[in-house]
């Protein structure tokens, strides 16, 4: 069967998600998450910002990955990348779609949707489910923006990377989800004073922050701020608590190309006086530090995906060519 990869935005507004009816082909009249076709030597962001700017005449950010979702059509096999979404400008023209709608949570059922957006539209309750509403606007408004000021690797798409992983281990666990939510939030937040005691002082700005006494008790932010300060890769002790667990395997997602470009960008923007092979050596040096087979990362769950891809990443780390070609690629996108 014939495969087709697509990119696909879920655009945010407060509460609201956009959606879009289909105004052509067999599927006219469905509703779907806006998107399309990649191009060649695109990546999936770029992808889908130009989808939305050829659709709705829109600038968008990607803020974060979602989810990949796959569904057997009639004719095709479908593969479609997700990624949160948020308008830089009010301004939206539909040039493809028959229709448009802001959505709230409990509208979400009211259009009938195509089949892979339903998979979708399951992964955006379960992110959501049992989170307080209020905790959460409050760190939307009030922590994530914090990491707009650090470094490329840990900007708002790495929070909300961390944030996503945790949930999803926490799915299965006797835990307290808005405290795995907020953990999750705040846990690099202390890279306002530097790197090096980042895990101590995030910690302390959990400890500090009088508004998080709204929802959780004295004991709970002592467990949050411990949790916190645990989930460092380097940390010579394994986490006190589950929630330490958590967030240290969360943050700990191993993407082994995304991994790689994290290497690349952080080099960059601490050592600019590096010539390109230092840069590579100094890239080298870290992944073996890290990610080696002798290395100071440690995995908290057993059977997890991390760990398949701990050791894709090791192969990789072993092919010196395949390692320098992707560190080419990274080092003239990130350096320009």
């Keep these: 069967m014939k495969q087709i990869e697509v990119v696909a935005a879920i655009i945010r507004k407060g509460d609201l998600i956009f959606a879009t009816q289909r105004g052509y082909g067999e599927w006219q009249g469905w509703w779907e998450f806006p998107g399309g076709k990649m191009e060649a030597g695109e990546t999936r962001e770029e992808a889908l910002q130009r989808e939305i700017r050829e659709e709705l005449s829109a600038e968008i950010s990607v803020d974060d990955f979602l989810c990949t979702v796959e569904h057997n059509y009639p004719k095709f096999r ?74 490329k690797a840990h900007r708002q798409a790495h929070a909300r990377m961390v944030i996503r992983q945790s949930m999803d281990l926490a799915e299965h666990l006797e835990v307290n989800i808005d405290m795995v939510y907020a953990i999750a939030a705040y846990h690099d937040t202390g890279l306002c004073e530097g790197r090096e005691h980042h895990h101590e002082v995030s910690a302390r700005i959990i400890r500090a922050d009088q508004h998080l006494h709204r929802w959780f008790s004295g004991e709970q932010i002592q467990v949050m ?53 230092e840069h590579f050596e100094r890239m080298k040096q870290h992944l073996h530090e890290k990610y080696g087979r002798n290395g100071y990362l440690k995995l908290w769950f057993a059977e997890s995906d991390n760990a398949r891809q701990l050791e894709r990443l090791q192969g990789m780390m072993d092919d010196e060519g395949l390692l320098h070609e992707l560190f080419e690629r990274f080092y003239y996108t990130d350096n320009n």
């Design 225 to 277: 701020a411990d949790a916190v300060e645990d989930h460092r890769a380097s940390a010579g002790h394994e986490p006190r608590t589950i929630y330490g667990r958590i967030v240290a395997e969360a943050d700990r997602h191993i993407d082994p190309q995304d991994i790689i470009e994290r290497t690349v960008q952080f080099g960059l923007d601490h050592y600019p006086e590096l010539s390109r092979e």
């Design 78 to 151: 479908l593969r479609m990348h997700c990624f949160l979404c948020s308008l830089r400008s009010d301004r939206l023209s539909l040039n493809e779609h028959e229709a448009a709608r802001w959505l709230g949570r409990d509208e979400m059922d009211s259009v009938k949707w195509l089949p892979a957006d339903l998979k979708v539209l399951d992964e955006l309750k379960k992110r959501h489910q049992s989170v307080s509403p209020d905790l959460q606007q409050y760190i939307e408004e009030n922590i994530l923006p914090r990491y707009d000021a650090f470094d």
